[in-house]
C-alpha cells in the first residue's frame, strides 16, 4: 500500500506491497479492490480523500501533535471552577503508582489463577465503599454515575415490577438522557418539581405523581446543583409507602460530613469513584458505584461482578471470587443476564481503594469540613459583587454552587470568556439546561482551591462586571 509516495507504512501491519502481493496471491486475488467486491457501488467512496501530506518520520510526527495539543489550556495552566459531574481533586502520589502497576494496569477478566490480587483488591475496594456508604454490598465499578443510576432504577423495577420511575428535577441532563436511553422502553421517567426558593424536592408533586406503578424514586444528595437536600427521610418515607425503592445518588467526597442515604431510607445508592483519588482525564476518569443492603432480592438483580472472600483447604488461608456469578451476562446464559455488561472501570475502583485506606475516616472528615468552608467563603465573597447572588438556592451547599448573574445585565457565556482571557475557567453555563434559572453558572470548589485563587475569582468577576 503506497501511502504519500511510500512503500510502506510503520502503523499499518502489511502494508509493504511486496507482502500485501504474497497475501493477494494465496487468496486468489489480483488486487486490494477485489476484497470489497461485495459492496455496492454506490457505497463505495469515488474521490480522493482530503488528507494533509504524511510526515517523513516518527520525529517529526511527534513534534507537530505536541505543537497541536500545546494549544490546550489544562487545569495546571488555569484556576479551575468547573465541576459539573467531574471535579478538580488532588490525587496522592501513591493512587497513580498503583493503578499504575501492571498486574492492575494491564489486567483484563481473568480466573483467580491469573489474577495477580486483583480479585482480593477489588474486594477490600467494595469493602471500604460499603463502609463509607454504609451499605453491604457494592459492585465491582460500571462506567460511570449515570450508569450506575440507571442501572440501580433497572434494578428497582425488577424487583417491584414498576413501569416508572420519579427523578428529582434538578438533575444533570446530559446523565437523564443517559438513564432515558438506558430504561427505555422499560421504565418511563417522570420528572419531579424543585422548590424554586430553596433547590429541594418539591414534597407536594411527590406525592400527586408516585403511584402504585413507580418502581424508585430518585435523587441526589448532595443535588446536581450543590446544595444539600435534608428531606431524604421524608423522601424515602413517602417512597416506601407507595411500595417504591428509595435510590440515592452521592458524591462519595461528601460522606466526611454528611450521612450516608442508609441513615435517610436508601434502598440503593450510587454515584461515581471519581473524586476518590482519580484524575479527570480530560472528563474520562468516571467510575460509577451501586450499594444495597445483603438481601437477596437486591443482590440478585445486581448485572455486575460482586467479589466475596471464603477459606481454602489451607487454614487460614483466604481466596477471592465472585458472588453468584450465573446472574451476569458473563454466566453461561448470557441473553438471560440481568442486563449485559461489558468492559467496566475495575481499575478506578482499585485506586479509589487505594484512596480510602490512606485517607480514613479522619481524612475524609477534614477533606469534607476543607471543601465546605472554602465554598461558604466563595458565596459569601461573591456576594459582595453589586448584582450577584453567590448562591441561587437558600440552602447550604456542599462543593458546587449556583451562582446568579440575572441582576449583572451580562450572560454567563460573556463573562466566562472574559473568565478565560484571566486565566479562569469559570462555572458550568446553566442557562440552556436550567432556562428557569436565568442567567446562572454551577461553580465548584474544592480542596485544591487556595484563598488566593477564591480572591482572584472575586476580583475577575467584580472587574468584568462593575469594570
Known amino acids: 500500500m503506497a501511502i504519500g509516495g511510500y512503500k510502506n507504512h510503520p502503523y499499518i501491519p502489511n502494508s509493504v506491497e511486496e507482502v500485501q502481493k504474497e497475501m493477494l496471491k494465496e487468496l486468489g486475488l489480483e488486487s486490494l479492490e477485489d476484497l470489497h467486491e461485495g459492496v455496492p457501488e454506490e457505497l463505495k467512496f469515488k474521490s480522493k480523500m482530503n488528507l494533509p501530506e504524511p510526515y517523513k518520520s516518527e520525529y517529526e510526527l511527534k513534534r507537530a501533535m505536541e505543537r497541536t495539543l500545546k494549544k490546550n489550556k489544562t487545569c495546571k495552566d488555569y484556576i479551575n471552577f468547573l465541576g459539573a459531574g467531574c471535579w478538580q481533586h488532588y490525587v496522592p502520589a501513591i493512587c497513580d503508582e498503583i493503578s499504575g502497576r501492571s498486574e492492575f494496569l494491564t489486567a483484563y ?10 480479585f482480593q483488591s477489588l474486594f477490600e475496594y ?5 463502609e463509607l456508604v454504609d451499605m453491604d454490598v457494592v459492585n465491582v465499578p460500571t462506567f460511570d454515575w449515570p450508569q450506575a443510576a440507571a442501572t440501580s432504577i433497572r434494578m428497582a423495577a425488577r424487583i417491584t415490577n414498576g413501569k416508572e420511575a420519579l427523578v428529582i428535577g434538578t438533575i444533570d441532563r446530559q446523565k437523564l438522557l443517559i438513564i432515558k436511553n438506558y430504561c427505555d422502553p422499560v421504565v418511563e421517567i417522570k420528572l419531579i418539581d424543585y422548590d424554586e426558593e430553596t ?13 402504585d406503578n413507580t418502581a424508585a424514586v ?13 428531606q431524604g427521610q421524608k423522601i424515602s418515607d413517602i417512597a416506601h409507602n407507595a411500595g417504591a425503592i428509595s435510590i440515592i445518588g452521592i458524591d462519595p467526597s461528601s460522606l466526611g460530613v454528611l450521612a450516608p442515604p442508609r441513615h435517610y431510607g436508601a434502598d440503593i445508592i450510587c ?4 473524586p476518590l483519588g482519580i484524575h479527570m482525564n480530560y472528563g474520562g476518569g468516571q467510575s460509577g458505584f ?6 437477596e432480592k437486591f443482590v440478585m438483580e445486581f448485572p455486575s461482578r460482586l467479589f466475596g472472600v471464603a477459606p481454602t483447604t489451607v487454614e487460614g488461608e483466604y481466596g477471592f471470587g465472585d458472588i453468584a456469578y450465573e446472574r451476569t451476562s458473563f454466566g453461561n446464559l448470557r ?22 485506606s490512606l485517607m480514613g475516616p479522619i481524612g475524609m472528615y477534614e477533606l469534607g469540613k476543607n471543601i465546605m468552608q472554602k465554598s461558604q467563603y466563595a458565596i459569601k465573597e461573591l456576594n459582595r459583587i453589586k448584582g450577584v447572588k453567590g448562591s441561587k438556592f437558600n440552602s447550604i451547599n456542599f462543593k458546587e454552587f449556583v451562582v446568579d448573574f440575572n441582576g449583572t445585565g451580562k450572560t454567563i457565556e460573556e463573562i466566562n470568556k472574559e ?4 486565566g479562569i475557567f469559570g462555572g458550568k453555563d446553566l442557562s440552556k439546561d436550567f432556562p428557569e434559572l436565568g442567567q446562572c453558572g454551577l461553580y465548584c470548589v474544592t480542596e485544591i482551591h487556595l484563598k488566593e485563587d477564591i480572591d482572584k475569582l472575586v476580583d475577575s468577576i467584580k472587574e468584568i462586571i462593575e469594570g
Open 199 to 211: 433547590g429541594k424536592m418539591d414534597l407536594e408533586d411527590l406525592k400527586a405523581k408516585i403511584s
Open 271 to 274: 454515584g461515581d469513584l471519581q
Open 335 to 356: 441473553e438471560k443476564g440481568k442486563e449485559f455488561v461489558g468492559t467496566q472501570t475495575a481499575l478506578w475502583g482499585i485506586t479509589a481503594g487505594v484512596y480510602l
Open 419 to 422: 473568565l478565560l482571557k484571566k
Open 290 to 295: 451501586i450499594s444495597t443492603r445483603d438481601e
Open 109 to 118: 477478566a481473568g480466573e483467580p489463577y491469573n489474577d495477580h490480587g486483583r
Open 218 to 230: 430518585y435523587f441526589e444528595n448532595p443535588s446536581f446543583l450543590g446544595f444539600i437536600e435534608d
Open 126 to 130: 467494595e469493602s471500604l465503599v460499603a
